[in-house]
């Protein structure tokens, strides 16, 4: 099944054409109401009207995190805050998160891409969906609940946490689709298992899994643990939210969503574009939306393109899944983490050197987080509870900024090998299994 056939399915030179359209409305809009943008764009001697076609993206500037954050938070929206609905926001590479606001028309959109996303993964109005992505500031859950509403599923808003409670009304409602990140599914189905529950006392058929990165082994292990069908869905706040692209069932590559989001493919180090079928940084300009329209957004993430046929019939763009990023940012349990964050949280306090080590692992499915800090001299001392008391200061800091918990160790001063050249500060234990 098909959302939206008439765009999903498109002639390419019929969607390069409404690309097109869409992209000199959007440098319009850019030019006229962003100044961020005007300014960038008289840099290189454009003016509205000059872009017409797709193929001149490659000669226009580049957005990146460090832009949203020196805006922070409003200054890159396009619109006057009374047309702007919703905000949602990510960890920014500092203290400061990433914000992105939305118009009445940009919820729409989003419904729409996240109805072709469940779609694509099968899902139908008779569906039961059980959204665990977290609700609140995180665009995991709110996505997938407008884009389910719109298709005329029944929506399950039960948000993360709580996993006996999250078993029990799965099993008791009967959902068909489960939404979350993958990680947190492997979870759920230990869970069950402990409870002495298999796959047959559920009415399970599909996963939308996405958020953070996952392995083929994963898919494998989670639809044999749950028996259902596990889709990757792939987004990002500064684009949309989830919704940017999505597995079809033949698993080979996510569909794109080019008509709104148009991708491209660039050299991390020079900046040139690459050809399809080459590893690179994924960047992608939003042609429709509204309230923060991008250009040329560096996502980081690291893959390719395609544009091989595929089986089910959609003619959009695909992308491998990702296959790293080009920064340092983490992924734990579904939230962005940057080192410089902690970095920053320790810096602030006097009593605590800026060396950290960061070990994520995975216990049970489950992402872990532990964060070793250097005391400074002055305030190492042998009386437990004054370290106890400081420990658990770094650890309500760490806890604010992240929004994700981690046990702090406290280590005496120059403990914390120090390296010739790039600090090692993360042991990702998670990558080695
Ligand atoms: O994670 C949006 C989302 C919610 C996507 C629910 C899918 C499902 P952010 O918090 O802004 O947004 O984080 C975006 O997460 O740049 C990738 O590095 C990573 N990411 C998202 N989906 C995938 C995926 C949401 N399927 C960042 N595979 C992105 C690998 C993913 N990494």
């Known amino acids: 099944m098909i959302w939206n056939e008439y765009i999903e399915c498109m002639e390419r030179d019929s969607l390069q054409k409404l690309q ?55 200054g890159l929206f396009a619109v006057h805050q009374s047309e702007v609905v919703r905000v949602h ?44 992505y977290g609700y609140g500031l995180f665009t995991g859950g709110l996505g997938v609940h407008y884009g389910a509403e719109k298709i005329g599923a029944t929506v399950i808003p039960i948000s993360g946490g709580n996993t006996k409670r999250q078993i029990q009304l799965m099993k008791d409602f009967g959902s068909t689709i489960l939404a979350c990140t993958p990680s947190y599914s492997l979870f759920l189905a230990e869970a069950m298992l402990e409870e002495g529950l298999k796959p047959s006392d559920f009415k399970l058929r599909a996963g939308v899994f996405g958020a953070e990165p996952w392995t083929e082994e994963m898919r494998k292990e989670i ?48 900046l040139k574009v690459l050809p399809y079928g080459e590893i690179g940084e994924l960047v992608f300009t939003t042609v429709t939306k509204e309230a923060l329209p991008l250009l040329r957004y560096r996502t980081r993430d690291l893959t390719r393109l395609t544009l091989d046929k595929c089986e089910c019939g959609r003619t959009l763009v695909r992308m491998e899944k990702c296959l790293g990023r080009s920064d340092d940012m983490l992924i734990i349990r579904g939230v962005n983490v940057f080192p410089s964050q902690i970095e920053s949280v320790l810096l602030e306090m006097s009593e605590t050197k800026p060396h950290y080590l960061l070990i994520v692992d995975r216990v049970n499915n489950l992402d872990t987080l532990e964060i070793w800090v250097e005391v400074d001299d002055q305030f190492f001392s042998d009386e437990i509870k004054q370290l106890e008391n400081l420990r658990k200061k770094i650890q309500y800091n760490i806890e604010t900024t992240l929004g994700i918990g981690a046990i702090i160790k406290l280590v005496e001063p120059k403990t914390i090998e120090r390296s010739e050249g790039k600090a090692k500060r993360v042991i990702d234990k998670r990558k080695l299994k």
């Open 89 to 132: 926001a990510s960890s920014g590479t500092t203290g400061r998160p990433t914000v992105v606001g939305y118009t009445r028309k940009d919820i729409d959109t989003w419904s729409e891409v996240m109805a072709r996303t469940l779609t694509s993964a099968g899902a139908n109005r008779e569906d039961i969906v059980h959204v665990a």
């Open 223 to 270: 639809e044999e643990k749950l028996g259902i069908l596990a889709i990757d869905i792939y987004g990002l706040s500064e684009v949309i939210g989830p919704g940017v692209a999505a597995e079809c069932p033949h698993k080979k590559g996510l569909h794109i969503y080019e008509d709104h989001f148009i991708p491209e493919i660039i050299d991390p180090v020079t």
């Open 20 to 74: 097109g359209e869409r992209l000199r409305k959007m440098i319009d809009r850019l030019y006229f109401n962003v100044p961020f943008y005007r300014k960038k764009l008289q840099e290189i001697g454009f003016s509205p009207g000059d872009v017409t076609s797709v193929e001149q993206l490659k000669d226009l500037p580049f957005t990146t995190k460090d832009d949203l954050r020196d805006n922070y938070p409003f």
